[in-house]
């Protein structure tokens, strides 16, 4: 097993790239960030897998193994949505998914953004074959990745076929126009933009982000919601995302939107393990990443 050496440059005082802003629909977070020397012009080849948090399923792991080509590649954990991984101790991450027989594991995590440029650190991921974003608090994967060649090489991972899960947090920032906080009223930030259409909100039923969502996408017209419960995942292909897990995946498509400020069963398609949606209702072409 391969674990990646910790780099230990002192932090750099810098304005974070993500920085939160309040819902309205006048401030787009796309507008914080540094133009990135990449584009999406079409649909991934690889797989994206969000997942709402909680307990996830072995069912959902064992897949994601699979589709990370496991006994033959390599796993590249990025614990640092946990305010736990700046300890530089990241046995907890590695036993997660010790029960795999992965043919090596590595951890990258940049321990301030300036890091996240150093080619010793992103250049682990040039052979990888998946990734795993660990949960925790997104604003942290937002502020350290955003803009930066760690982004740069998640995305080329997915487009040469590869997989990047993520869970809470880590499902998070696969929006553009990320949900950063706020438990009624969404405080929006940058995320890694891998769905630059959708907003993704995580826990969804189980802390009652129906109106958030709502409110996330009233401040954000033609964008579609994702709303992803515990124990849940969504893998998302080229041409079709499928659920697996316990939990359900709710869509909240704006051409159905009517009601915008409350709940109601017939705004939110709800899709449970088994179920399947086109996912060019998630990832349209992106013309608007100038």
């Avoid at 002192?10 to 020397?37: D, F, Y």
């Avoid at 942290?140 to 990745?145: G, I, P």
């Avoid at 909240?252 to 705004?267: A, F, Q, W």
Wanted: with cysteine; charged share 20%; hydrophobic share 40%.
């Amino acid at each position: 097993m391969l674990l990646s050496q910790t780099l230990n440059t002192p932090a750099v005082a810098q304005m974070p790239i993500g920085s939160i802003v309040a819902a309205s629909p006048l401030i787009e977070a796309k507008s914080l960030r540094p133009k990135a020397n990449w584009k999406q012009t079409e649909p991934f080849q690889g797989t994206l897998l969000l997942c709402g948090g909680g307990v996830i399923p072995l069912a959902i792991r064992d897949e994601f193994y699979q589709l990370g080509n496991g006994a033959e590649g390599s796993l590249v954990l990025i614990p640092t949505a946990s305010p736990r991984s700046d300890g530089g101790e990241y046995t907890m991450w590695i036993d997660y998914w010790s029960g795999f027989r992965w043919k090596n594991v590595k951890v990258v995590h940049a321990a301030n953004r300036e890091d996240a440029f150093d080619l010793s650190l992103f250049s682990q991921l040039r052979t990888a074959s998946a990734v795993w974003l660990s949960g925790g608090e997104q604003q942290r994967l937002s502020d350290r990745y955003a803009g930066t060649p760690i982004e740069t090489e998640l995305h080329a991972l997915l487009a040469r076929g590869g997989i990047v899960g993520g869970t809470s947090a880590g499902a998070a920032i696969a929006s553009s126009n990320m949900i950063a906080g706020g438990r009624v009223d969404p405080l929006f930030s940058t995320g890694l933009q891998f769905l630059p259409k959708t907003i993704i909100d995580q826990h969804f039923t189980q802390r009652k982000r129906h109106g958030r969502l709502l409110k996330a996408i009233e401040a954000h017209p033609g964008l579609c919601g994702l709303g992803i419960d515990e124990s849940t995942g969504l893998f998302v292909s080229k041409n079709v995302s499928r659920v697996v897990g316990d939990g359900s995946v709710y869509l909240l498509n704006p051409t159905t939107l009517r009601n915008k400020l409350e709940y109601s069963d017939d705004v939110f398609r709800k899709l449970s393990a088994g179920d399947s949606l086109d996912t060019a209702e998630l990832l349209p072409i992106a013309d608007t990443l100038d």
